[in-house]
């Protein structure tokens, strides 16, 4: 499974490259991150699609989630 993550990852972040405010795919990618262990970078990742589109709930969760995983308060 964690080739699929790592092909979609990269997917993901190519299409990034092209579009680097889309929330959506700042999301995803944040989401990838974390399925990897990588809960810094998506954090980072979650925090630029907040800063876009501060409104979704969905991003909020997720960014709660992502504290936790680091064991952190803010």
Known sequence: MAE???AAFEQTQAALRDDSGNVELLFRLSVL?????????????AD???????????????????????RRSE
């Open 33 to 45: 991150n974390a399925q990897l262990g990588r809960f810094d970078a998506a954090l980072a990742l």
């Open 48 to 70: 630029r699609a907040l800063a876009g589109s501060p409104g979704i709930a969905q991003l909020h969760f997720h960014r709660a989630e992502l504290l936790v995983a680091l």
């Open 4 to 6: 699929s993550y790592k």
